[in-house]
């Protein structure tokens, strides 16, 4: 049975979430690491901290998808859809601004809504969930 089950997941569409949420874990502890130590203003430290608690959540989210796997359906892929482009709006454009590159500031409360929408689409994914998957 585990044989079956690991060759089966090993094919899944669904490690694609937890490839991703790796990598962006990854990603989060640099920007922490990055935050500690280029940030000079305490305005850009608190955005910076924001951002990087933010990602660092988001990505044991997509981990979470992953795991969650063939039982979300649809609805488990639309929350990683959200949740991968939401940290690429909502944390990038705060990483951005806060490092003195261009302000995009209207693409954050973008990214916002899209991590809020994948809890809510997780969520939802889990009441259609298949009682045998």
């Given amino acids: 049975m585990l044989r079956r089950m690991s060759t089966t997941y090993r094919s899944s569409p669904y490690r694609l979430w937890i490839?991703?949420?790796g990598a962006a874990g990854l990603l989060a502890v640099a920007a922490a690491a990055g935050a500690a130590h280029l940030a000079a203003d305490p305005a850009e430290q608190r955005a910076l901290g924001s951002a990087v608690q933010m990602h660092g959540w988001h990505a044991l989210a997509l981990v979470g998808v992953g795991l969650w796997g063939?039982?979300?359906?649809?609805l488990g892929h639309a929350a990683g859809v959200a949740f991968g482009l939401g940290l690429l709006l909502f944390c990038g454009t705060i990483y951005l601004g806060a490092l003195g590159g261009p302000h995009l500031g209207p693409l954050a409360p973008v990214g916002g809504t899209l991590l809020m929408l994948g809890w809510g689409l997780l969520g939802?994914?889990?009441l259609r969930a298949r009682a045998g998957a």
Wanted: proline letters at 0%.
């Fill in 70 to 74: 063939v039982r979300g359906g649809w």
């Fill in 19 to 21: 490839v991703v949420g």
């Fill in 124 to 126: 939802a994914s889990a």
